[in-house]
């Protein structure tokens, strides 16, 4: 077993600025998730996305 770094564990670092930015251009009012939590939120489902609907 490897111990490098996935894909997504390389990638995740270089776009998080970009990710937030895109959040916060894209919340409308009431919205009840932080720019950062929508980030991690949408980390988590590409993370573990089988690449099924």
């Given at each position: 077993m490897s111990n490098s770094p996935s894909p997504t564990d390389e990638v995740f670092p270089l776009v998080y600025g970009e990710l937030q930015r895109l959040a916060r251009?894209?919340?409308?009012?009431?919205?009840?998730?932080?720019?950062?939590?929508?980030?991690?939120?949408?980390?988590?489902?590409?993370?573990?996305?089988?690449?099924?609907?």
């Open positions: 251009s894209v919340r409308g009012a009431g919205e009840t998730l932080n720019t950062t939590a929508l980030v991690h939120e949408a980390d988590l489902k590409l993370v573990w996305s089988d690449g099924t609907e």
